[in-house]
């Protein structure tokens, strides 16, 4: 699996959470938890499923305004490695199954820092123009918010 960054293809984002690795690796993998962060807010999520196991289905829903639950994301996981990496595509579903339209894979990863984890997302296209509109629908400011949830969230806990 590349980690080689293609300015044409891709989009990163980081961050510094003062908080343990451990303490968000389980914010990312508790279905609970991750509902309260993954969509920005005042909008919810709800997990369908989330099988974090190579070739595991990851499907969440989400509601704005009080609206009714609609499909958010269709997934797969294709790697994870404890408190270290996440990787999930929405080319396949939940058992190697082929996705009507794929977008993006993304790589997450976990990363011991002086101040708590680093963490990154480094989001991969399959076209310049998938990656522009990825850039163009709010990837950094809706990326960067659920990064901040997630931030707040085990912060607080700490």
């Not at 969509?39 to 196991?53: N, S, T």
């Not at 969440?60 to 269709?74: A, I």
């Not at 990496?85 to 990363?111: C, D, Q, S, Y």
Request: hydrophobic share 40%; glycine share 6%; with cysteine.
């Amino acid at each position: 699996m590349t980690r080689d960054f293609n300015p044409d293809l891709d989009l990163t984002i980081s961050r510094i959470i003062r908080a343990p690795r451990a303490a968000v690796w389980d914010a990312w993998t508790d279905p609970a938890t991750f509902e309260q962060w993954w969509i920005p807010a005042p909008a919810l999520c709800k997990v369908v499923v989330m099988d974090i196991r190579p070739g595991g289905a990851f499907e969440t829903r989400m509601s704005e305004n009080g609206g009714e639950f609609v499909p958010h994301l269709s997934a797969c996981f294709l790697a994870a490695d404890a408190q270290e990496r996440i990787v999930f595509t929405n080319a396949l579903t939940g058992g190697w199954r082929p996705a009507e339209h794929p977008f993006m894979t993304a790589i997450t990863t976990f990363k011991d820092h002086a101040e708590g984890t680093e963490y990154a997302a480094h989001v991969m296209h399959k076209s310049p123009e998938d990656r522009k509109m990825h850039d163009e629908m709010g990837f950094f400011d809706g990326w960067g918010t659920v990064i901040e949830q997630l931030a707040n969230l085990v912060e607080r806990q700490q």
